[in-house]
Every structure is written in C-alpha cells, then in structure tokens.
C-alpha cells in the first residue's frame, strides 16, 4: 500500500503540468479562434444569447473539450494537430447551445433535426441558433465532416430519447439504456474530430467511458433531477450502496477495456491515471450520500438541498478525491 501511494503521488506532478499545459494551450487557441467568433456575434445577438451562454463557452465548454482530447492522444501517443484541435475547439463551444435547444429553448424536434442535416445560416431563426450553426460549419470544415455529421445524429437520437426521463413510469432497464446511450454517443462525437477510424475495442471503451460520466453527472445533479422530476439511475435508486457497487463495476470494465486495447503500455498506463482522478470525483459524492442512507436504505424525499449536493470544492472534499486517486492500482479500482 505504501508503494502505491508514493508511486502515485511521484505522479502527480506531471499530471498537473499536463493539465495546465493543456490548459494555457486552449486558451491561447480560443483567443485565435472560437473567441473572434463570440466577439462578433456579441454585436449582433438578440434575446435568445445571453451573457450566462458566452460564458460557458468561454470558460468551460471551449476549454474542457479540447483538453479531454487532447488526454486521448496520450493514450493513441501522438500530439493533437491543429486541425483536430480547431475542430475539438468548436465542437465544445456548440454543446451547450445545442442542450439548450432541448433544456430551455422548447427547439422544434424537426428544426433541431434540419440545423444537423442542412446547417445554414438562412434557415436559423435567432441569435442562438446562427451561433451553433456557425460553430458547426467550422467544424465541419476539416477532414472526416461526414463522420462528425454522422455522430452528431446520434447525439441527437439521444437526446431525443432522454426526454423520456420525465415520465415517472419509466422503467429502470430504460434509464439504464438512456444513461448508457447518452453518455456514450457523446464520447463518440468528440472522437469523430480525431483522426483515424476508432477500432471495435476503442469504441466499446469510449461507450463504456462515456457511461461512467454521465452516472457521475447524474450523482452529482441528483438534487436538480430530483426536483425537476427526471427519473435517471440516482434519483431511482433505494440504496446508495446498490449504485456505488455498480459505478465501481462500471469503472472496472474501463480498465479491463484499456487494458485490452492495443494502445502502448505506458500510454494506458497515463490514461488509466486520469480515468482515476475522473471517477474519483463520483466516488467522493457516493461517499456523502451513501452516509444518508437509513437502515441500509436511501430515501431521496427526506433529504435537504445542502445534504444532497456535493461541494468538490471544500477542502474536506478535495482531500478525499486525493486520497482515491492515491489509492489507485494500475487500473484496479481505489
């Protein structure tokens, strides 16, 4: 154990330095790119684009993209290329505006459908609109559109589906499918701006990836789900316990899917490492609401807005995501 802890913790440092490197690199790029777009748009915007929209844009959806991208080319062991990383760049920036489309814009299903298949200025209605179409013809500019194009039906199939996440009598195998769906596809999109055609046990690993996160958003926003009556895997649950044991089986089929994967050893080695630091964020919010559970069972009506929800950022909490990645063990769950 203490091996495994400094091994781990010798790491650390370089992970940091990837990550900020990753960091100041997209910012710079944005500055060049996605953000002129912004600044132009912003003398034209209407009601539909709000300062909230630029924001996301601006400090996490055009950065956190890009970065989980460029974490994959350390596991394929090549750098990201300008290309790739322009398209990455503007597939982030269009995500948020096009969940809008479903979350607060009350979008056509058939209009949503069109500005995929036919993206085209003339066709969008409003500010919002002629933003997202914007962001995605530049996206398409570059090498493997059609396969970009293809992914993003998905996402929208996906989408589509989740709405069904408000009927109360939707059964647990369905929001299983939905959360594997909604996840997954999502991973895949943004691999769709990668070069070269992902093999059978990339893309089974990138479903499965994609999975993992979204029953980790889904832990996280248990509260909002809650109140907004969106039936996913956490809301549904009675025992925390129940859905730590399968979060855990899902990050363990990660692994094994890495580990099977014909990337380089070293190259798994670092990207396990990140899955880690990833997951351990779920790990710490199973922690606080599996504590609430009464007589081994979990009753979310009972409980509190502050109970509920998860701060990472409290230093209690920052200190037990540390600890789980420390924990770690060449791909075997902390």
């Known amino acids: 154990m203490i091996i495994k802890i400094l091994s781990n913790t010798i790491k650390i440092p370089s992970l940091y330095l990837f990550l900020r ?12 790119t996605i953000l002129l777009d ?20 601006r400090q996490y959806y055009g950065l956190s993209v890009a970065i989980t ?6 596991l394929r062991g090549t750098k990201m290329t300008l290309p790739e990383r322009k398209t990455l760049t503007y597939l982030g920036g269009l995500t948020g505006l096009f969940d809008d489309f479903f979350d607060e814009k009350d979008t056509p299903e058939e209009h949503i459908k069109e500005l995929i298949n036919n993206p085209a200025i003339e066709i969008c209605k409003n500010a919002h609109e002629k933003l997202f ?9 570059q090498e493997g559109g059609e396969q970009i194009k293809s992914s993003f039906k998905a996402v929208y199939n996906a989408q589509i589906l989740s709405k069904q996440q408000t009927n109360a009598k939707l059964s647990s195998d369905d929001i299983l499918h939905i959360t594997k769906q909604k996840g997954g596809v999502s991973i895949l999109f943004y691999r769709s701006a990668l070069n070269g055609k992902p093999t059978e046990i990339e893309n089974e690993l990138l479903m499965k990836i994609g999975f993992l996160g979204q029953l980790e958003n889904d832990i996280f926003d248990i509260y909002k789900d809650y109140q ?3 039936s996913t895997l956490a809301t549904r649950t009675k025992s925390m316990k129940n859905l730590r044991a399968h979060y855990n089986s899902i990050l363990d089929e990660v692994y094994k899917l890495i580990e099977q994967s014909d990337f380089p050893q ?12 990833i997951a351990g964020r779920g790990l710490v919010c199973l922690d606080q609401l599996e504590k609430l559970e009464n007589d081994n069972r979990f009753n979310l009506q009972e409980y509190s807005r502050e109970e509920l929800i998860c701060d990472m950022g409290t230093f209690k909490n920052t200190f037990k995501w540390l600890a789980y990645y420390l924990k770690w063990d060449d791909g075997k769950k902390a």
């Open 38 to 57: 912004i600044e132009d748009v912003e003398l034209k915007k209407d009601q539909s684009l709000t300062e909230k929209d630029f924001q996301k844009i």
């Open 21 to 32: 490197k990753s960091y100041k690199k997209q910012k710079l790029f944005m500055k060049k």
């Open 69 to 74: 991208g460029e974490i994959f080319c350390l």
């Open 266 to 277: 070293k190259n798994k080695i670092i990207f396990a490492r990140f899955i880690a630091i």
């Open 228 to 230: 907004a009556n969106i």
């Open 133 to 141: 179409v914007r962001f995605y013809l530049k996206a398409l500019e």
